[in-house]
């Protein structure tokens, strides 16, 4: 048990410094924008409209908001990278012939991928809420949050992205391939789901970000499941 | 280190990738202990055999078993006590060596580190030295270095010499040959340097088009091996068992056929009917006696067995 744990972390210590680079540029998207939701919403700026409500409060909502829009993308070089890369340079058949097995194999490169995710959603969910907080004499921090979609509907897209990278990667050595379908499907399901309740009347009556939740998060599930079974028993050439 | 455990047995064992026939009913038992050579040309199935000993594929038909474990369902176990070495290392090229290192001790429960760091002094590895800036020979001997960190029962080495300089190859033999030596282990080593596995192997097994030809300690089947020329163009009915006749080949005017388990009583009898002529019964390198028994089961040799 003590070697199985010790193994799972050193192979997780090995996919965040395979995934620095996607880290990297998770990290500078985020930062991005904050500095931008900053610039925009600076005291200067509401001053005339809601003076109550403070630049930095209502920048933090929005740059909350911004940096999920923009981690989406992100998220898909990660997940398209961290195992594509992997098959791609061959450096898997290095790791085919040490002890771990395959779930352990498959389990380091979920830890980061989730782990990021949940670091990322923390941030952006304290600073959020700490926006509220700041300006809660105000609605605008409000306001603002109501022109993004749910926090529900980012949470099901980030993890359908992942899900798709991830899962992609085990038919695919190409991560650029890999990334490009972890943003395009998430995309597409919600242009679907549109398309959907504009033809359905049914539809209708279902919330639109919690259909999309349920089924992205419902296919994200199908997709790991199966590429964990496809890669227990994929051959290593 | 005898034990009732074979290192490695296959009944029956048979691989197919599509259709292409890699391993054919091959049945073989390793005994712990042994130092194996397995011979045999591009393609005839030995890094199949070791892939499938490892766990990294599946076999089509019959059993294999590796230190008495199902590679198909204990790959796990198998690969903690055994040290594989691939043809072609593959090591993140990011990382440094001594990071190949910790990045693997972690994974064994007998990693044994006065060893490692013994072994990577001798070898002359750079613990700081990057792994992409390593010449093919230092990937060598850092695999061998992760295949022996952890004091393996079974080394299972896949053409590790190829690329290899002399003095890397002989410093990288005389290490398998100390190891054994020093831990009893059993080493399964595929190799085209035919001279390197007749140094270090206790045992031979030829193997061609995914079958085993022959399986047998390398001194007893050197010792018991001849090449015999007969002289005249009609070979005609020779009285030799079919299944001691490794490979027989016209040369010139004359015929020279490679005979297994050679009792001297044969040139004899082919000397008292007088049809054959013999003109030389020469004993054969481990090189020679591989070639032959390729040749014998290759129609386009013209073996004609």
């Known amino acids: ?237 | 280190m005898a034990s009732s455990v074979s290192a490695l047995q296959s009944i029956e064992l048979s691989k197919r990738f599509r259709s292409n026939l890699a391993l054919d009913s091959v049945t073989i038992r390793i005994d712990q202990g042994k130092t194996v050579g397995l011979l045999g040309i591009n393609g005839a199935g030995k890094s199949t055999l070791l892939k499938l000993a490892v766990g990294n594929l599946r076999p089509s038909g019959g059993e294999l078993k590796i230190l008495g474990l199902d590679p198909q369902t204990m790959s796990h176990e198998i690969r903690a006590r055994v040290g594989f070495v691939p043809e072609a290392s593959q090591f993140y090229k990011w990382m440094t060596v001594g990071q190949i290192l910790n990045f693997v001790r972690p994974m064994y429960s007998a990693w044994d580190e006065p060893f490692v760091g013994r072994l990577s002094n001798r070898f002359n590895l750079d613990l700081k030295r990057r792994v992409s800036h390593l010449s093919s020979g230092m990937l060598a001997k850092l695999s061998l270095l992760v295949a022996l960190g952890h004091q393996p029962e079974l080394l299972i080495l896949d053409e590790p010499l190829t690329g290899m300089d002399p003095l890397a190859r002989q410093d990288f033999t005389e290490c398998v040959a100390e190891s054994v030596f020093r831990d009893s282990q059993t080493v399964l080593f595929s190799s085209h340097q035919l001279d390197e596995v007749s140094e270090l192997a206790d045992e031979v097994i030829i193997i061609h088009e995914g079958r085993v030809l022959v399986h047998r300690a390398v001194a007893d089947l050197v010792n018991t091996t001849r090449r015999i020329r007969v002289i005249g163009e009609n070979l005609g009915s020779i009285p030799i068992q079919a299944d001691h006749v490794v490979c027989r080949r016209k040369v010139q005017s004359d015929w020279i056929i490679t005979v297994s388990d050679f009792d001297p009583a044969i040139v004899a009898s082919m000397a008292e009917d007088g049809r054959h002529r013999v003109s030389d019964v020469s004993t054969v390198s481990l090189s020679e006696l591989f070639k032959d028994y390729v040749r014998g089961v290759s129609p386009s040799e013209g073996s004609g067995k």
């Open chain 1, 1 to 237: 048990m003590k070697v199985a744990v010790r193994t799972l972390v050193s192979l997780t210590k090995k996919d965040f410094r395979v995934s620095s680079f996607p880290i990297a540029l998770l990290v500078v998207g985020v930062v991005a924008s904050y500095a931008l939701a900053f610039a925009v919403f600076s005291d200067e700026n509401l001053r005339g409209s809601q003076p109550e409500a403070s630049g930095a409060s209502v920048a933090m909502v929005a740059g909350g908001y911004f940096s999920m829009f923009m981690a989406l993308p992100m998220l898909a070089v990660l997940s398209g990278t961290i195992m594509a890369g992997e098959r791609a340079d061959e450096s898997i058949r290095f790791l085919s012939i040490l002890p771990p097995t395959r779930t352990q194999i498959f389990a380091s490169k979920l830890v980061v991928m989730i782990g990021v995710t949940f670091v990322l959603g923390w941030i952006v969910l304290s600073t959020i809420a700490a926006g509220h907080f700041m300006g809660r004499g105000s609605q605008l921090p409000s306001e603002v949050a109501e022109r993004f979609p749910s926090l529900l509907w980012f949470a099901a897209a980030a993890f359908l992205t992942i899900a798709t990278g991830y899962s992609i990667s085990f038919f695919s050595t190409s991560s650029g391939v890999c990334t490009l379908a972890a943003f395009i499907i998430p995309v597409g399901m919600q242009v679907a789901i549109a398309f959907a309740q504009r033809k359905s009347s049914s539809l209708y009556e279902i919330d639109s970000v919690h259909l999309y939740s349920g089924v992205s998060i419902a296919t994200g599930l199908i997709m790991i499941v199966s590429s964990w079974v496809c890669f227990r028993s994929r051959e290593i050439l």
